[in-house]
């Protein structure tokens, strides 16, 4: 099973990234879709997710920047993040559980993203 996380980058405060995280060797459908970020010297906190049926949920900090978004004919789910802060700086992953089960089983690798004020 992998997940690949890509589209990270440097950006100015006010710009935009769009993250991708590719699945492969999972059936992609039946599983709940997340990001999480984890900025330095701080816990790893969840972003959004998105659920198998396409329910969304954000975090306070990122409702009405960010959308997530999945396209299971391509297996992969998107993060777009738009109106980013500096406060945003961190390393973002992507994690998969299946359907309603409480823990993530499988993580991605990290996709750095840097805003520069």
């Known amino acids: 099973v992998q997940l690949q996380a890509s589209g990270g980058g440097q950006v100015q405060a006010g710009g935009s990234l769009r993250l991708s995280c590719a699945t492969s060797g999972i059936t992609f459908g039946p599983y709940t879709m997340s990001w999480f970020r984890q900025a330095p010297g701080k816990q790893r906190e969840f972003v959004a997710t998105?659920?198998?049926?396409?329910?969304?949920n954000y975090a306070d900090s990122v409702k009405a920047r960010f959308t997530i978004s999945r396209d299971n004919a391509k297996n992969t789910v998107y993060l777009q993040m738009n109106s980013l802060k500096p406060e945003d700086t961190a390393v973002y992953f992507c994690a998969a559980k299946f359907m309603t089960q409480s823990t993530y089983g499988f993580w991605g690798q990290g996709t750095q993203v840097t805003v520069s004020s």
């Open positions: 998105i659920t198998t049926g396409g329910s969304t």
